[in-house]
């Protein structure tokens, strides 16, 4: 089955820095990644996701860029800010597949 | 509109009790997930439901384990003879046919004591 791995495991990062997390995944099918933003005692949300026809994809602050070769998909946070702190979960499903398998969480912390 | 909604919150037992934990899918959604969420951990399948098909079990950790969802809407999971190690968070979410999105619940905290 699928294998997601995802680093780093914790992050901190100056208000206006930017955030890069990288998540690597095992099964070549795989061709949908989502990311999900779980801030303390909330659940989990959607806030990018990416298909495998696409290299990149951008909204406003986030971006994730998929290397299908490499197998490893990132999510970038330029700008950081406070409230970018939060739990951040990497995903791989196969499109038609029944179930997503989540990274481990990276968790943000902006330094104000 | 209403989002996923889970009860109880909060869920403390003692080891060897059966516990239920309902999930209510935003309404015409027609998939719904269990997901498992331990301590510092990523999130764990558990179960998947599609409509009228067979659910997809292949996540379920053990026999102890099993999941109904009634009339394509409201779902439970049962834990039986409930262990230390089933501590969780246990979180469901929903979606509809055409999309990926799964939208999450607020979960269900799972204390086994």
């Known amino acids: 089955g699928e294998n997601v791995e995802q680093h780093p495991s914790t992050l901190s990062v100056q208000e206006g820095d930017s955030a890069v997390i990288k998540c690597t995944y095992s099964?070549?099918?795989?061709?949908?990644f989502p990311w999900y933003k779980q801030e303390l005692g909330k659940r989990p949300q959607l806030i990018i996701d990416i298909r495998s026809n696409v290299g990149e994809k951008k909204d406003q602050r986030i971006a994730v860029t998929l290397n299908k070769t490499a197998k490893h998909f990132s999510l970038h946070i330029t700008e950081t800010q406070p409230e970018d702190s939060a739990v951040y979960f990497c995903?791989?499903?196969?499109?038609?597949?029944?179930?997503?398998?989540f990274g481990t969480g990276t968790r943000l912390t902006v330094i104000p | 509109g209403a989002g996923v909604s889970q009860s109880p919150s909060n869920k403390v037992t003692e080891k060897g009790k059966d516990v239920e934990l309902r999930c209510d899918p935003i309404?015409?959604?027609?998939?719904l997930y269990w997901y498992r969420q331990s301590l510092g951990q990523g999130l764990e399948f558990l179960i998947y439901?599609?409509?009228?098909?067979?659910?997809?079990k292949s996540g379920l950790p053990s026999d102890r384990f099993s999941a109904e969802r009634t009339g394509g809407s409201v779902s439970t999971l049962t834990i039986q003879r409930t262990q230390q190690e089933d501590s969780a968070v246990y979180l469901c979410a929903s979606t509809w046919g055409g999309s990926y999105e799964q939208y999450f619940g607020p979960g269900t905290r799972l204390t086994v004591t």
């Open positions: 309404s015409g959604h027609t998939a």
């Open positions: 099964d070549s099918a795989s061709n949908y």
């Open positions: 995903a791989a499903s196969t499109e038609g597949a029944n179930n997503l398998f």
């Open positions: 439901f599609q409509g009228n098909s067979a659910p997809d």
